[in-house]
């Protein structure tokens, strides 16, 4: 039982991982696009998308990493603190991610272009990707 917990660990971290690496790309795109290509894409939203993305990552990885083996109070207790805490930074990051497309829609509204379009499709496509992602490692884990 004490493998399958350590497993658990690091399906945490590695999800964690995989969010901040998101976020930084999200970034990275978004600089070079906005900055050297003359391009607004993803900028500024993008960079809050990012912010987001991050601040989940390391919600998941602080709380996944707080639980070291000598907390353990039973296996089982371990198992639903675990499912505790993802269920948490999904909802963290589902409440950022509304908040993110109402301000796209916000400026759909009042300035509608094609880049706002655009902006909100990607992100739209890279929700659908995390929501994927999430079900999956579910499945996988049962967290």
Same mark, same amino acid.
């Given at each position: 039982? /004490?493998?399958?917990?350590? /497993?658990?660990?690091?399906?945490? =971290?590695?999800?964690?991982? *995989? ?16 900055? *050297?290509? @003359?391009? =607004? ?9 990012? &912010? ?9 990885? @602080?709380?996944?990493?707080?639980? =070291?083996? /000598?907390? !353990? ?6 198992? /639903? ?6 269920e948490e930074s999904v909802w963290k990051l589902h409440t $950022?991610?509304? +908040? ?13 272009? &094609? ?8 992100? +739209?496509?890279?929700?659908?990707? *995390?929501? !994927?992602?999430? $079900? ?8």
């Amino acid at each position: 039982m /004490e493998q399958q917990i350590r /497993e658990q660990i690091a399906h945490l =971290q590695r999800e964690s991982r *995989f969010l901040r690496n998101l976020a930084g790309g999200i970034l990275l795109y978004s600089i070079v696009t906005s900055y *050297f290509l @003359k391009v =607004q894409f993803l900028s500024p939203l993008g960079f809050l998308f990012a &912010v987001f993305l991050y601040l989940s990552a390391r919600d998941i990885y @602080k709380d996944a990493d707080a639980q =070291q083996p /000598e907390n !353990w109070s039973s296996p089982e207790q371990f198992l /639903e603190v675990s499912r505790q805490i993802r269920e948490e930074s999904v909802w963290k990051l589902h409440t $950022r991610l509304i +908040l993110l497309l109402t301000f796209y829609v916000i400026d759909m509204i009042s300035y509608p272009t &094609v880049v706002l379009a655009v902006n909100m499709a990607v992100t +739209l496509a890279l929700c659908a990707l *995390f929501e !994927w992602g999430l $079900r999956r490692f579910e499945k996988r884990t049962g967290i």
